[in-house]
């Protein structure tokens, strides 16, 4: 078992900036990919960025490289997310997901976070 935990997440205004982590505790060693995801209001869950957890190999969607970059600490079983020039679109619950194997899809992912609320409001 690998249990999640996010913080970090808050109000800011566009343009701004928030650092997100992941507290991850329990067979952290057998954690694949990390990797954050969001959902709006309304909408569905979408995928943000993945890190290999041993490797540090970096995915990111699209839509938010550049912006967005994630990172882990392994020593201390920790996951980030920093967001920069955060837009009010970024408004989204971000959850924290590990994987025990690689990961692809959302489905692949056999850990999740509660969540933490992104709220960019002009």
């Known amino acids: 078992q690998v249990q999640l935990v996010e913080s970090g997440g808050g109000l800011v205004q566009p343009g701004g900036s928030l650092k997100l982590s992941c507290a991850a505790s329990g067979r952290t060693d057998d954690m694949f990919h990390m990797a954050w995801f969001r959902q709006a209001p309304g909408k569905e869950r979408e995928f943000v960025a993945r890190?290999?957890?041993?490797?540090?190999?970096?995915y990111y969607d699209d839509f938010r490289r550049g912006r967005f970059t994630i990172s882990r600490d392994r020593p201390n079983n920790t996951g980030y997310l920093q967001m920069n020039n955060l837009e009010p679109e970024d408004t989204a619950v971000y959850y924290c997901a590990a994987s025990l194997k690689y990961a692809t899809s959302q489905s692949d992912y056999d850990y999740w976070g509660q969540g933490t609320q992104v709220t960019v409001f002009s």
């Open positions: 890190i290999s957890w041993r490797g540090g190999t970096i």
